[in-house]
């Protein structure tokens, strides 16, 4: 078993920050590509940030200059760093990774957390 857990959401004012923490953890192999996704209310589900086991990133054009993500790769955990916030950012967020497990053929597959709450508002 895979499981992701995502934490840090919550409220905050425009122009604030937050960061959002994801680990995974059970039986893991290897850990590829790590993502954030969002989805807002009454939206399709959108790629954030993404960043690779070499550390290469890419951002969303509505995020690139506000938000960074990174990883520690002995945590098996990757990070959002949200900085600058606006109402248009309230979403439920996911976190994402390609993982292979030990034992199981076949290669790595996604695996996605239960998503937390970001709020930006006043």
């Known amino acids: 078993q895979v499981q992701l857990v995502e934490s840090g959401g919550g409220l905050v004012q425009p122009g604030g920050s937050l960061r959002l923490s994801c680990a995974a953890s059970?039986?893991?192999?290897?850990?590829?590509?790590m993502a954030w996704e969002r989805q807002a209310p009454g939206k399709q589900r959108e790629l954030v940030a993404r960043?690779?086991?070499?550390?290469?990133?890419n951002y969303a054009d509505s995020v690139k200059g506000r938000f960074t993500i990174s990883r520690d790769n002995a945590k098996n955990t990757v990070y959002l760093q949200m900085n600058s916030l606006k109402p248009e950012d309230t979403a439920v967020y996911y976190c994402?990774?390609?993982?292979?497990?030990?034992?199981?053929?076949?290669?790595?597959?996604?695996?996605w957390g239960q998503g937390t709450q970001v709020t930006v508002s006043s």
């Open positions: 994402n990774a390609d993982i292979s497990r030990v034992g199981v053929p076949g290669g790595p597959r996604a695996y």
């Open positions: 059970g039986s893991i192999f290897s850990i590829n590509a």
């Open positions: 960043i690779t086991s070499g550390g290469s990133t």
